[in-house]
Nanobody, 123 residues
């Protein structure tokens, strides 16, 4: 089994910064894409940013230029640096990973989620 544990959420003022971290652990052979998603009250879950195993990144238009996703493949971690935060960034942020478990001759692919961490931006 695979576990994703997030950290780094909290309360910050408009224009401030936060850094979220997510660590994957368990029977991991390799990790494909890792990413961050968020869900605000009364709204659907939306993609924030993703990063492939090769380092290719993708961002929601609403966070481009403000957020930066990065990963350490050796440590199975993914971070999200959030700058110039706005009240509309307030949401529960969840880490997601597309993970290969097992052995090289018997791989199983699965998609995993962290428990989520609250980010609140006050105006």
């Amino acid at each position: 089994q695979v576990q994703l544990v997030e950290s780094g959420g909290g309360l910050v003022q408009f224009g401030g910064s936060l850094r979220l971290s997510c660590a994957a652990s368990g029977s991991i052979f390799s990790i494909n894409t890792m990413g961050w998603y968020r869900q605000a009250p009364g709204k659907q879950c939306e993609l924030v940013a993703t990063i492939t195993s090769g380092g290719r990144t993708n961002y929601a238009d609403s966070v481009k230029g403000r957020f930066t996703i990065s990963r350490d493949s050796a440590k199975n971690t993914v971070d999200l640096q959030m700058n110039s935060l706005k009240p509309e960034d307030t949401a529960v942020y969840s880490c997601n990973a597309d993970v290969n478990t097992g052995t090289s001759w018997s791989l199983k692919r699965g998609n995993y989620w962290g428990q989520g961490t609250q980010v609140t931006v006050s105006s």
